[in-house]
């Protein structure tokens, strides 16, 4: 099922732009996350969510990026045919044969 998304691509831009302009004026990425948050209408842990997805977009933080991991959902291989699946072994070993 997938979620609704409550804040538009523009509002989520906008909000981590203001985070990443005005991070130097806050002692951590934290504070500046929880100043900002309420002006956008969010929570502050949504929000650092965004900066650190947006960080990890651009190579500025390590991780898997959005489009890669996109890539790898959609590049997932069922089983192949000459063995049998999980829920095949299960029946199997559930009939007390083996699998």
């Known amino acids: 099922m997938k979620k609704s998304n409550k804040f538009s691509p523009e509002v989520r831009e906008r909000a981590v732009r ?24 969010c929570v502050p842990q949504t929000l650092l969510e965004w900066v650190k997805r947006v960080e990890v977009d651009t190579g500025t933080r390590e991780g898997v990026t959005a489009g890669l991991a996109a890539r790898e959902r959609t590049s997932i291989r069922p089983p192949s045919a000459g063995r049998p699946g999980p829920c095949a072994a299960g029946a199997a070993r559930r009939e007390g044969r083996r699998g």
């Open 18 to 41: 203001m985070v990443q302009e005005h991070r130097g004026e806050y002692p951590s990425l934290w504070a500046a996350v929880e100043s900002i948050a309420p002006k956008i209408g």
